[in-house]
């Protein structure tokens, strides 16, 4: 009898702990899982290019946000030779402002491990604006979603690629021309401005630099600059 209790009881003994062994890889696993797709603003900072590759676009932290400003086109001008400009803004103030240098997604927040929610996103192609969502694929690669309403209603989609020092400096000389007229003409907006309301107070002049996001706009460029200036200076 004694024999037979103790046989019972070891047998309970063994499957409780086979059952906490089970519990306990299961929450290993989990939180494995967590880490290995924890992801901060940090991991998306920096330039992507489009699907198509002609498209830069410099994605930044703004306060605990993400923005993303583009930086570079492979064809900045239309077939007139003017810069390419926003046509088919709903808003037809809007339309004159040119695709360089334009903020056309903003407040994007992280929301957990790899996605990126609630911001939004205007696509020019389209004249269209969106909620927006984005899902970092692995280190180099960013799936981009534009939606209404709720994230499952897309209305647009298109996956980015990390652009590598290898890509940036494939093309020195086109690269350091484009970078070096894209800065002339964000100083040039900038004299335009100042130009422009002259007569006002300095900190309404301030506050309208920071409101187009000019300055941004010219960090962003000075640093790009700055970088390949000291790549190519290594190369030499």
């Known amino acids: 009898m ?3 209790l103790n046989s ?3 047998k309970l003994l063994v499957n409780i702990i086979f059952k906490l062994k089970i519990i306990i890889l299961i929450f290993l696993f989990l939180v494995i899982s967590i880490f290995a797709f924890s992801q901060t603003n940090a991991d998306l900072v920096g330039q992507w290019y489009n699907a198509k590759d002609d498209i830069e ?3 930044y932290e703004d306060g605990q946000m993400i923005s993303g400003i583009v930086t570079w086109m492979k064809f900045p001008n239309g077939k007139s030779g003017n810069p390419r400009s926003n046509l088919l803004n709903p808003d037809e103030i809007l339309r004159a402002n040119e695709i360089v240098g334009m903020v056309f997604m903003s407040n994007f927040s992280h929301i ?5 929610d609630n911001g939004t996103l205007y696509i020019p192609e389209q004249g269209k604006i969106y909620s927006g969502m984005m899902r970092l694929k692995n280190e180099n690669t960013l799936n981009i ?3 209404i309403g709720f994230s499952f209603f897309e209305r647009y ?3 980015w690629t990390r652009i590598l020092d ?3 400096f494939s093309n020195e000389a086109l690269g350091t021309e484009n970078l ?6 964000d100083l040039i907006d900038i004299i335009k401005l100042i130009e422009s309301i002259s007569l006002k107070p300095a900190e309404e002049i301030l506050q309208k630099i920071e409101e187009e996001k000019l300055l941004i706009k010219l960090q962003l460029d000075l640093s790009r600059v700055i970088k390949k200036i000291e790549k190519i200076k290594k190369a030499e």
């Open 2 to 4: 004694v024999l037979l």
């Open 112 to 116: 957990a491990g790899n996605i990126w």
């Open 145 to 147: 979603r534009g939606y």
């Open 166 to 168: 290898e890509d940036r």
């Open 57 to 59: 676009i410099t994605i």
């Open 180 to 185: 070096i007229s894209q800065l002339r003409l």
């Open 8 to 10: 019972i009881v070891l």
């Open 157 to 159: 989609s298109s996956s």
